[in-house]
Structures are given as C-alpha cells and as structure tokens.
T-cell receptor, first 113, second 114 residues
Framework: DVKVTQSSRYLVKRTGEKVFLECVQD?????MFWYRQDPGLGLRLIYF???????EKGDIPEGYSVSREKKERFSLILESASTNQTSMYLC????????????FGDGTRLSIL | AQTVTQSQPEMSVQEAETVTLSCTYD???????LFWYKQPPSRQMILVIR??????QNATENRFSVNFQKAAKSFSLKISDSQLGDAAMYFC???????????FGTGTSLTVIP
C-alpha cells in the first residue's frame, strides 16, 4: 500500500513565523501535491510538483512556497504565517499514469495564532 | 478552468438503504478521469471508485457504483446497502490527461441513520 506521511497531525504557530510542513511518500511517485481544505470550499490546490526540483502553482499559491529536493519529499513553506492560513493541509502523491488516483496523507491541522 | 459541482452539501440515508450523491463537471476535454473519494471524520481521504471518460461502461466496486453520463457531464455515486461505516464526507474529483492536476468539488457530508 502507498504510504504518504505528513510530519505533524496538529501544529500551532504564531503570526509571522516561518512554517514548514513536510510530506514523504514511499511509492516512488513522480507527482506530489499540497492542498488546503476548508469547510464549504472543498480542496484547493496550492502547489504541485511533477518531478524533483519542478513545481507548478495551483489555484491559491499566494503566501506559500514549496521545495522538492528529493523525489520522495515535498515541503510546503509558509514564509510569514498569517491567521488566514489557519486550515487543514493535505499532501498527496500520484504515479505517472493518468488514471491513477491520488494517495493522501492524514493531514496537518495548522492553527496560526 | 475546470469546475466540479456537488450540489448536495448534506445527505442522509437509512442503514441498508440506497443513496445517490450527485456530481457535475465542466470541461471541453474529451480525455479525462473522474474519481470519488471518501473522507471519514478525522481520517484519511481514500479512493472509492474511478472512471475513465473513454469507457462507456459504468464503474462498480462492490456496493459502490457510478452513473457516468458523458454528454450531460454528470458523475453520480450510488451506495447500495448503506452501512454505518459509510458515514463520511464524499468528494468528487476531475482530472484531465495527463492526470497531474485534480479539481475537487466542495463535498457531500453523508450521514447513515441506524
């Protein structure tokens, strides 16, 4: 089974802090994704990566950056956290073939105080 | 931009009964993929069922089946013999070829009544 591991289940940070969310997958997947999940809004794509060192902006990239130095690891960075970034963050990975589904981590519930 | 619409924010079903969750999508593509995901409370999002647009036959997975109407751009999920463990948020998702970008609906919260 595919395993997608997010480093923290719950995280509390302060406004202005630099925040790192880490995600690791064990299936040698080319594609990795970061989503934000908010009630009534579903999942919104922040960034995705289709290869090492490659990244593409999603629908809501403002205030976020990403890093993919190794194939198995995809990091989401909040450069200067703000209270409106309080949310559930989901990481996912997916293989190369188009019909393959995304596999999700457990999510990180991030609170910015 | 592709959009996915789930018009039912909440649904409920009696245990052992059948329920259908609706999903429509907007696309000008001919080659794409559709998925239903389930997210139980405080638990991981998992795949329920998938459908490739070029396949006319509706996908089925045990008690879960879809009604895929390509011309109408509709992709509904039918859950038969509903069980308490089916209670969850269900998300419809669309992905166009080559499948490295997904678009999700806003979700339908399903309650199963014992």
């Amino acid at each position: 089974d595919v395993k997608v591991t997010q480093s923290s289940r719950y995280l509390v940070k302060r406004t202005g802090e630099k925040v790192f969310l880490e995600c690791v997958q064990d299936m040698d997947h080319e594609n990795m994704f970061w989503y934000r999940q908010d009630p009534g809004l579903g999942l919104r794509l922040i960034y995705f990566s289709y290869d090492v060192k490659m990244k593409e902006k999603g629908d809501i990239p403002e205030g976020y950056s990403v890093s993919r130095e190794k194939k198995e690891r995809f990091s989401l960075i909040l450069e200067s956290a703000s209270t409106n970034q309080t949310s559930m963050y989901l990481c996912a990975s997916k293989g190369r073939e188009g019909n393959q589904p995304q596999h999700f981590g457990d999510g990180t519930r991030l609170s910015i105080l | 931009a592709q959009t996915v619409t789930q018009s039912q924010p909440e649904m409920s079903v009696q245990e052992a009964e059948t329920v259908t969750l609706s999903c429509t999508y907007d696309t000008s593509e001919s080659d794409y993929y559709l998925f239903w995901y389930k997210q139980p409370p405080s638990r991981q999002m998992i795949l329920v069922i998938r459908q490739e647009a070029y396949k006319q036959q509706n996908a089925t997975e045990n008690r879960f089946s879809v009604n895929f109407q390509k011309a109408a751009k509709s992709f509904s999920l039918k859950i038969s013999d509903s069980q308490l463990g089916d209670a969850a948020m269900y998300f419809c998702a669309y992905s166009k070829w080559p499948g490295n970008q997904f678009y999700f609906g806003t979700g339908t919260s399903l309650t199963v009544i014992p």
